[in-house]
């Protein structure tokens, strides 16, 4: 095609026809799965896809001027929709209209959007279209998660009232639109957004403070002890908590919206949830809530405090560092020592992540009420133990290990790792959720003081919630930030972060294994 044929006998740039032309060419000799191959290299959807057309943008006076071109370049042009189409990306100041036409035998074409009065030449690449096979929608949704899993991006979308068809956009390698026959509201709010989506982000970021005091509330008054044996009316737990029923029914819907119970008229019920806050279940949380509503929940209102000037907001808040208040606030060091404890659930797996040697010590460093070491032992018969830790907690310690049946294989030993020698002789230390506590320096105390009373070669399993360096993960961060505000000297780090503290004290990091909730076992070697 020429310079001088498109003067005389076509009213559409060159630009634009050359555009039209490769599109019909494409369609005209390409498969469902090379389509496919175009948009996604390698992606296995063709069975559940149909290429039907290529939709492409250009600008002419009139669709009636596309139409003669198409009819020129070989296109066989189909009956038009009616009415004016907005389509992607809109514009507000160009009448848009839709052209189609058909490109050799099968039904498939292309589909033009005519900008009438637009600029000539300034519409974008093709976009291929495809179309679900069948009606399934199991099926649709598991497709429309494959694109995105498969690095698709969403681009908009909307409902084609005079088709009757809903029209997804995407981006990747080349544009791409799904085209679902119907009103699919759900599907177009999961590509799309709500459009005030942006305002309920802020409004539910902003609201997080609410859902943490009305879990407390609910924590307090036991609500979840009380629905452990069936459902319950408002005014029969409201008798039985001495709350008001409307107030209480309030705060139990709000909950119930975010999945915590369920509701059935006026009658509640536990979900799966909803009975992590009982009392009486294996890894409760109900002194977590507790806790997180009540005792931190002030310490947090002063985290600008901790921001501006670098002081705990708990030291701020509650006049004394968090261990020094508790002991001499002990209904709070037993509510702190029971939620840490509902924490600790996960601990029994840690031996399973650990190659341990089948004799010799483990010593439990700031071992507390000695859960860790009690799962080591249990798992492994001819390792003995030893607890290290502050002499008050030692009572504790003594009944929980009895409670593993390994007493007789425990030496508690009473000391504080800052000032007093760790047990020497140990063939794995371990230290849980302890240097999360403490600044750079204070950990190179604690670990140097380790190092000592280690031989070369013996084990040291650091249990932390590590910062991924790689992407910022909600849940290890969050902890950084509460390790600021109701800790002294603590905060999260990095795997990085780790291994240059461990080295700097005669360690070598060797791995890290993934826990539950974001943890990890360290397992470094000494030196």
């Known amino acids: 095609m020429s310079t001088s044929d498109i003067g005389t006998r076509f009213t559409l740039g060159e630009r634009d026809l050359r555009r039209i032309a490769d599109a019909a060419q494409f369609v005209r000799g390409t498969t469902t799965g090379d389509a496919l191959d175009a948009v996604l290299p390698g992606t296995d959807l063709a069975r559940h896809l149909d290429f039907t057309h290529a939709a492409l943008r250009v600008s002419a006076p009139t669709p009636e001027d596309v139409v003669a071109d198409l009819v020129a370049l070989g296109v066989t042009p189909c009956e038009q929709p009616p009415g004016a189409v907005r389509d992607r990306p809109g514009r ?87 085209t679902v026959p119907g009103q699919c509201d759900p599907l177009l709010l999961r590509h799309s957004g709500r459009p005030d989506q942006a305002r309920r982000d802020m409004l539910h970021l902003m609201s997080g403070a609410w859902r943490t005091r009305a879990l407390a509330v609910a924590a307090e008054l036991g609500v979840a002890d009380l629905l452990a044996d069936g459902p319950r009316t408002t005014a029969d737990l409201a008798a039985r908590t001495g709350s008001v029923p409307d ?59 901790t921001v501006r000037t670098g002081e705990s907001a708990f030291t701020h808040v509650f006049g004394a560092d968090p261990f020094d208040h508790f002991a001499v606030h002990p209904a709070d060091a037993r509510l702190f020592e029971s939620a840490m404890a509902a924490a600790t659930s996960f601990l029994k797996i840690v031996p399973a992540a650990l190659e341990l040697p089948a004799e010799g010590t483990v010593v439990d460093v700031a071992g507390g009420d000695g859960h860790l070491l009690g799962f080591v032992l249990q798992a492994v018969p001819g390792l003995r133990g030893v607890l290290f830790d502050r002499p008050h907690v030692m009572g504790a310690a003594r009944e929980v290990l009895a409670g593993y049946g390994c007493g007789e294989r425990v030496e508690l030993a009473a000391g504080d790792f800052f000032a007093d020698p760790v047990p020497a002789g140990g063939a794995v230390y371990l230290l849980s959720r302890i240097l999360h506590d403490w600044d750079d320096e204070r950990c190179a105390v604690i670990l140097d003081n380790i190092r000592r009373a280690a031989q070369p070669g013996a084990q040291l399993v650091v249990v932390e919630r590590p910062i991924p360096e790689a992407h910022l993960e909600p849940l290890p961060l969050a902890w950084d930030v509460h390790m600021m505000v109701n800790n002294v000297h603590g905060r999260e780090r990095t795997l990085g972060e780790y291994r240059e503290l461990l080295r700097g004290c005669g360690f070598e990091l060797v791995e890290s294994r993934p826990l539950p909730l974001d943890m990890a076992v360290l397992v470094a070697r000494a030196r």
């Open 92 to 178: 507000d100041d160009v009448d848009v209209r839709v052209v189609r036409g058909e490109v050799g035998c099968g039904g498939r074409g292309l589909e033009i959007s005519v900008l009438c009065g637009g600029v000539p030449g300034e519409g974008d690449e093709p976009s291929l279209v495809f179309r679900p096979v069948g009606d399934d929608e199991v099926l649709l949704r598991g497709v429309y998660e494959s694109l995105l899993d498969a690095g698709l991006l969403a681009d908009g979308g909307g409902y084609d009232k005079h088709e009757d068809v809903t029209v997804l956009h995407f981006r990747g390698e080349r544009r791409m639109e799904l």
């Open 247 to 305: 107030n209480l029914r309030r705060v139990l819907r709000f909950l119930a919206s975010l999945g915590v119970f369920d509701v059935d008229g006026d009658s509640w019920s536990l979900t799966p949830l909803g009975a992590l806050l009982r009392s009486d279940v294996e890894g409760s949380q109900r002194d977590l809530a507790r806790l997180y509503g009540g005792l931190f929940y002030r310490s947090f209102g002063a985290l600008e405090h």
